[in-house]
């Protein structure tokens, strides 16, 4: 079968689309033809290398995975020959007290697809049988594949971590992004009135058309001081951010008293500062957030097979152009999710 493989660590050029030996399942996994794999920020930080992290070559990324099950192990009881699934990206050892409590994502042996273990970029996989999430007749494989990780994150970020609730005012940074689509259309579904930064008109009408109700371009405006005008001087009650660096000091700015940021990442630099004046005195509350709860992921797909969020595609490449994914997320070029073809 083809897979597209990294031997080391680099730019887009690692990525070698070569023949590979198809999996062997265990008797607890299911075989999973992989129909479509989006990609996510992850995928670049793992190609580069990360630091502290020891990744075994050669490695297959892709974490967000939706296919067709071909085979099942002979301990496998829910799951069916020809069900039509997406993956959960997370994994854990379903045996520990945060896994069993419903924390799975604390869990020490967390990992994802992509990143610990090989992920979906290649024609067949191997999975266990409860990552398999069986879909609607209705919802398309490159749809599924756009939702697992950036849903599941802005789900857990907003709801578990912020306690957003009804009517707020949320700051979206980054609307172009998965993750930033995703939480866009979660702030609205609870009636939030929604901030929302793009760059460049386009990006900013996209984001309107997702149900932001504000849009401000993040490389020509400052964004803390169109939040304070939009707001009447109040500011923001939630942040969501995952930026890093570049933002991180007007999302600071734009949060109200008492406010909320809630982050997930720092693709522009994890180095940030803190006035610890202003957290004290203002009684903001800074919240990490990593992945999410298998239980929060059932959640919102219920509101993604019924419609009520929908995942956003910017464009499908065939895996074999993998090289050129890359580097137009690396490049900042999409709106949405990026989706490999194998």
Avoid at 45 to 57: H, N, Q, S, T
Avoid at 167 to 178: F, K, N, P, Q, T
Avoid at 194 to 210: F, H, N, P, Q, S
Wanted: with cysteine; aromatic share 8%.
């Amino acid at each position: 079968m083809k897979a597209a493989r990294i031997h080391q660590h680099g730019g887009p050029d690692v990525l070698v689309y070569e023949d590979v030996p198809e999996p062997k399942i265990k008797a607890n996994q299911v075989l999973v033809r992989v129909c479509a794999c989006a990609l996510n920020h992850l995928d670049l930080f793992v190609r580069a290398g990360i630091p502290g992290m020891k990744i075994p070559m050669p490695h297959v990324l892709g974490s967000d995975i939706a296919g067709e099950i071909v085979e099942v192990g002979e301990l496998c009881e829910r799951v069916q020959p020809g069900w039509r699934v997406l993956l959960s990206p997370g994994l854990s050892c379903r045996q520990c007290e945060p896994c069993l409590s419903g924390s799975d994502n604390l869990c020490r042996r967390y990992t994802m697809f992509g990143y610990g273990i090989d992920g979906g970029d290649t024609e067949l996989l191997a999975a266990p049988e409860y990552a398999a999430i069986r879909i609607p007749d209705d919802l398309g494989f490159e749809e599924a594949a756009a939702v697992p990780l950036v849903f599941l994150t802005a789900w857990h970020m907003l709801m578990a971590r912020a306690r957003l609730q009804p009517g707020e005012d949320v700051l979206v940074l980054a609307a172009s992004s998965g993750v930033g689509s995703a939480a866009i259309q979660i702030a609205k579904m609870f009636q939030c009135r929604v901030i929302a930064t793009a760059g460049g008109d386009d990006k900013m009408a996209r984001a309107r058309e997702l149900g932001a109700d504000y849009a401000i371009d993040h490389y020509r405006q400052d964004i803390a001081a169109e939040v304070r005008k939009i707001t009447g001087k109040r500011g923001v009650d939630v942040v969501f951010e995952h930026v890093g660096v570049a933002t991180w000091p007007k999302s600071l700015e734009s949060l109200a008293p008492s406010g909320r940021l809630v982050t997930c990442g720092a693709t522009t630099g994890y180095d940030a500062h803190l006035d610890l004046r202003y957290l004290f005195s203002k009684q903001w509350s800074l919240l990490g957030s990593f992945m999410g709860t298998m239980g929060e992921l059932h959640c919102v797909l219920q509101f993604v097979f019924r419609k009520q969020l929908k995942p956003v595609i910017d464009r499908v490449y065939p895996l074999s152009e993998i090289r050129a994914a890359h580097q137009r997320l690396e490049n900042k070029e999409q709106f949405g999710k990026v989706i490999l073809k194998p």
